[in-house]
C-alpha cells in the first residue's frame, strides 16, 4: 500500500511517525446498536498510545432528530480544541472494527476543509495483531486553534438526493449489505421503510477491504466500482445507513482519484422516514 497522509497509512507508518510532535491520533470507534460492543469502554481499556477519543455521536448537532449529523461549525472547533488538534496538525483516525467509522471522521475533517488526515488502513485490530503497543490512560490535552473551511460541495442533503435522482446526472452509491439496499432484510433503526434510493447503486462497504480488513488497491477498487455498474465520469454522491460507512466510499473514491464525490449526510436513516419520497427495491 502507497501510504498518502491526506488519505489512509499503514500501521508501518504511524509507529515510525508516533513520536512526532505534531501528530494526533484520534480513537473513533462506533458500532451499530446490535453489536453489543462499548466503544468508549474499549478506548478507555487500551488504546494507541496518545490517541484522543471521538465521540461520532456527541460530536454531531443534537438538534437534528437524525443520527450523528454533522456538528455546526463552532462545535466542531470547541470540540477540537478540547482534545488538543488543531491548526498543524497531522491526524490520523482509526477504529476498533478495522475500516468502519473512521472513515466518517476523516471526511468530516475535509468537510471542515482540513486535508491533513488520515485512516489507520486495518486500523486498532491490524494494531493489535502486530503486537504493537497500547496504553491504558488518556494523554494530556493542550489547547490548538482550529482554522475552519467548511467545504459544502462535500455534503449533499435530501432536496439535492432527490433531485440528484430524478435526473441521473449523479451516481448515487449505497454502501449498504446487498440485502439491506434490495429490501429483503429489515433496517436496524425502527421505522424505517425497506429498499434503496432510486437509480442508486450498491457497492457495500465491506468489498472494498482485504480479508485483514485494509483497503483494497486502487486497480481492484476500480474493479469493484466497474462490477456494480458505476460510471465514473460522473459525480458521485455516497450513501449508507446513517452516513457512516458512506465515508468508506468516499474515502475508496480519493484514493482512487476521483474528486468530484459528496456524502448524503441523512443517508437512509432519512430518506426511509419519508413516505413521499420514492423507494425502489431489488
Not at 501528530?23 to 494507541?48: F, M
Not at 488520515?118 to 496504553?135: C, I, N, Q, S
Not at 457512516?244 to 468530484?260: F, N, Q, W, Y
Request: some cysteine; proline content about 6%.
Amino acid at each position: 500500500m502507497q501510504d498518502d497522509p491526506k488519505t489512509l497509512v499503514s500501521t508501518d507508518w504511524l509507529a515510525a511517525h508516533l513520536r512526532d510532535p505534531d501528530l494526533r491520533v484520534l480513537d473513533a470507534s462506533w458500532y451499530l446498536p446490535d453489536a453489543g460492543r462499548d466503544a468508549k469502554a474499549e478506548y478507555a481499556a487500551g488504546h494507541i498510545p496518545g490517541a484522543r477519543f471521538f465521540d461520532i455521536d456527541e460530536i454531531s448537532d443534537n438538534r437534528s432528530a437524525l443520527p450523528h449529523t454533522v456538528p455546526p461549525v463552532e462545535k466542531f472547533m470547541s470540540r477540537m480544541r478540547a482534545m488538543g488538534v488543531g491548526d498543524g496538525h497531522q491526524v490520523v483516525v482509526y477504529d476498533g472494527a478495522g475500516l468502519f467509522s473512521a472513515a466518517r471522521v476523516w471526511w468530516m475533517f475535509r468537510l471542515m476543509g482540513k486535508t491533513d488526515i488520515a485512516v489507520l488502513d486495518g486500523g486498532l485490530p491490524k494494531w493489535k495483531a502486530e503486537g504493537r503497543p497500547l496504553e491504558d490512560t488518556p494523554p494530556l490535552i493542550r489547547d490548538r486553534h482550529m482554522t475552519i473551511s467548511r467545504q459544502n460541495h462535500l455534503i449533499k442533503d435530501v432536496t439535492q438526493v432527490a433531485a440528484a435522482s430524478k435526473l441521473g446526472d449523479h451516481e448515487i452509491i449505497d454502501a449498504r449489505s446487498p440485502s439491506r439496499f434490495r429490501g429483503d432484510a429489515p433496517e436496524p433503526r425502527p421505522g424505517l421503510r425497506a429498499g434503496h434510493i432510486p437509480g442508486s447503486r450498491n457497492v457495500h462497504y465491506a468489498s472494498l477491504l482485504d480479508s485483514d480488513g485494509t483497503m483494497k488497491d486502487t486497480a481492484a477498487l476500480r474493479e469493484v466500482f466497474a462490477f456494480a455498474g458505476v460510471d465514473l465520469a460522473k459525480p458521485v454522491i455516497t450513501t449508507c445507513g446513517s452516513g457512516v460507512t458512506a465515508a468508506i466510499l468516499s474515502l475508496a473514491l480519493e484514493r482512487m482519484g476521483h474528486r468530484d464525490h459528496a456524502l448524503y449526510d441523512g443517508s437512509w436513516a432519512e430518506w426511509g422516514m419519508y413516505d413521499d419520497l420514492k423507494v425502489e427495491k431489488g
